[in-house]
């Protein structure tokens, strides 16, 4: 996991990752905004997800997953790194967590 995760950080200061990898930010709620959404029951919180998102995507979750809002639905935004070495992004909706699509 510690390997996984140095890796992403390597290929996110390395310029080896997608360029948008960040770019998906706009839009999405601050860390307070975030909480709040999840405090009110507007959002579930990531960690009840996490095992979904994981066996789905089959790979380790990139930190930060955010919560956006599109089009007034909020989604979190995850990448997954995939054994293979390729970054997946995912879109799940925060209300139920439903994988929504990439």
Do not use: W
């Amino acid at each position: 996991m510690l390997l996984t995760m140095l890796l992403a950080a390597f290929m996110l200061t390395s310029g080896l990752a997608s360029p948008d990898m960040s770019a998906h930010a706009a839009g999405c709620l601050s860390s307070r905004d975030a909480r709040a959404a999840v405090q009110s029951g507007q959002a579930l919180p990531l960690s009840k997800m996490l095992g979904r998102i994981r066996s789905t995507a089959g790979g380790e979750i990139l930190p930060p997953p955010k919560l956006c809002d599109r089009g007034g639905r909020l989604v979190y935004m995850v990448n997954v790194l995939s054994p293979g070495g390729q970054v997946k992004k995912l879109t799940v909706d925060a209300s139920n967590g439903s994988i929504l699509g990439n």
